[in-house]
Nanobody, 124 residues
């Protein structure tokens, strides 16, 4: 099991940027592929993007492709979500998640461990 703690959320105007961080502790971070998900009020949790264990590959939801970038630092045990050109519809609680079994995964059931989430609010 790995423990995950997200940070970096906040309030930003439309068109602005935020960078979320997710720090892992417990088992070796490089054993895990990582994903980012989000959940807006009254909506189901949705996939944002993911990165493989080495950081060499990423995959994004169409809704964020070209605006969001995921990266990781296996020395710092941290995965990042750089969010640019933010829109009001990006408002949600953002969660990072970890999986041992997959390199890239877009289904939330593929992930075993989850952080507590960080709120991102984009004003128009």
């Amino acid at each position: 099991q790995v423990q995950l703690v997200e940070s970096g959320g906040g309030l930003v105007q439309a068109g602005g940027s935020l960078r979320l961080s997710c720090v892992a502790s417990g088992r070796p971070f490089s054993m895990y592929a990582m994903g980012w998900f989000r959940q807006a009020p009254g909506k189901e949790r949705e996939f944002v993007g993911c990165i493989n264990k080495s950081g060499s590959s990423t995959y994004y939801a169409d809704s964020v492709k070209g605006r969001f970038t995921i990266s990781r630092d296996n020395v710092k045990n941290t995965v990042y979500l750089q969010m640019n050109s933010l829109k009001p519809e990006d408002t949600a609680v953002y969660y990072c998640a970890a999986t041992l079994l997959y390199e890239l995964a877009y289904r939330d059931r593929s992930y075993n461990d989850w952080g507590q989430g960080t709120q991102v609010t984009v004003s128009s």
